[in-house]
């Protein structure tokens, strides 16, 4: 259809009411893994009679379904859920639009089975305002394990190990990190350096409380060269290429290493990849015990037209938190459940770790995945660093002052 004919019906399209037992959820799970998780809880919904409907906008970490939510909340008609995370819950918490969910769970599930930061993370003034649905471990190091085998090496532990280990897979002809090249994942690349780097302490002053004496720190310098050493293992003709094709070519044995969110785990389980015969899970160098959380979580609009949507809230809150749910999607998604009392016997090994990792590490928010930053600083924060690690000019102290300044201007601090 021509764009000037679908124009017009914009407005009419916006301003439909969703139907009694439809739900209409924003999300970006558009990725294989994504999709089949997503399928679960549709399922799963269908089965208590709850129509979901997709308001899906594809695209690295959920920025442009950010924008064009924003589009439909300022045109009065948001969807009836979202998928927000970390302080985004706060901020339309804040201008009132979102509903509170203390009631719809029974106390038993909240105050026990979840765990504290998640707990924070989905609270605005001593109220519920998101359900929770997984964790999603964002320090991760991936390894071909053929490739590994191949050229015997052992999985790098320090960074010193990591350059060697490149160096080795490069030279054999395979492309040593997988690497998107998205402005997204030069984030996540980032942020897992500046942890190992920084040390759990040291990276909440810098990226929850923006403590410039951190902020434009000696380490923070480092953090920066380490990041910019890695570009030289990248391949180049990657440059915007999303997630899901950088963690493909890890299992196609095109490359030897990469960093990445869990999430890749579910892309790799939905083509019948397997954890420890077909890639390792192992820690980013230098980061035993440092555990950098991405909490996925719903959130519901208050809506002007609908009766029935308590009922389809309520609905939906004890399915995401049912532990058929919690077990299925999860496996699915490649994240452990929000839940602590699920039995996950049956996940594979790097599940077993995250989950054990979990209770036992230093648990940082992930700025990259906007748990520690709204979305809207984080996308400041992924232009500068995301330049600078491209860029053949740019030194790591400029760098350094580019990103304090960039994060006194958006927090106001
Ligand atoms: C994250 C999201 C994950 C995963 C990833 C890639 O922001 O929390 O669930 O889907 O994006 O799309």
Not at 111 to 133: E, F, R, S, W
Not at 234 to 259: C, H, P, Q, R
Not at 314 to 337: C, V, Y
Request: aromatic share 10%; charged share 20%; proline share 3%.
């Amino acid at each position: 259809m021509k764009l000037k004919k679908i124009l017009p019906l914009i407005p009419l399209l916006l301003s439909m009411p969703s139907s009694a037992n439809s739900l209409e959820v924003l999300h970006w799970w558009t990725a294989p893994g994504e999709f089949e998780a997503q399928k679960v809880l549709k399922q799963a919904l269908a089965k208590q009679g709850i129509s979901w409907q997709d308001f899906a906008i594809v695209g690295s970490g959920g920025g442009s379904a950010m924008r064009v939510l924003q589009m439909r909340a300022l045109s009065g008609n948001p969807p009836d859920a979202a998928q927000i995370k970390g302080p985004d819950i706060a901020e339309w918490a804040k201008i009132g639009m979102l509903k509170e969910v203390d009631n719809i769970l029974n106390n038993k599930l909240w105050d026990k089975n979840i765990p504290d930061v998640v707990k924070q993370t989905i609270t605005y003034q001593g109220h519920y305002m998101a359900l929770p649905l997984n964790i999603h471990r964002v320090n991760w190091l991936w390894l071909n394990k053929a490739i590994f085998d191949q050229l015997k090496l052992s999985p790098p532990t320090t960074w010193n190990e990591f350059f060697s280990v490149a160096d080795k897979i490069q030279a054999a002809g395979y492309i040593a990190l997988s690497h998107g090249g998205t402005s997204w994942e030069d984030n996540l690349l980032f942020e897992s350096v500046a942890l190992s780097i920084l040390g759990a302490e040291k990276y909440k002053r810098a990226f929850v409380e923006f403590d410039e004496t951190v902020l434009t720190s000696s380490d923070m310098i480092d953090a920066f060269k380490l990041f910019k050493r890695l570009h030289q293992y990248v391949d180049k003709s990657m440059v915007g290429k999303d997630w899901e094709i950088a963690s493909k070519m890890l299992t196609d044995k095109k490359a030897g290493m990469l960093f990445m969110g869990d999430w890749a785990k579910g892309l790799w389980h939905s083509s019948g990849k397997v954890a420890n015969k077909d890639y390792l899970c192992v820690d980013v160098p230098e980061s035993k015990n440092l555990f950098s959380y991405n909490i996925d979580s719903f959130v519901f609009f208050k809506k002007q037209h609908q009766n029935s949507d308590n009922l389809n809230t309520e609905i939906l809150a004890n399915t995401l938190l049912s532990e058929q749910l919690q077990h299925d999607f999860n496996i699915d998604k490649g994240s452990i459940p929000v839940r602590t009392d699920i039995d996950i016997s049956d996940f594979d090994a790097c599940s077993h770790k995250s989950f054990n990792d979990f209770k036992q590490s230093a648990l940082v928010p992930s700025f990259s995945q906007n748990i520690a930053t709204s979305s809207f600083l984080q996308s400041e924060m992924r232009k500068v660093i995301s330049t600078y690690f491209k860029s053949d000019n740019l030194s790591a102290e400029q760098v350094t002052k580019q990103l304090a300044l960039a994060i006194r201007a958006v927090s106001k601090k």
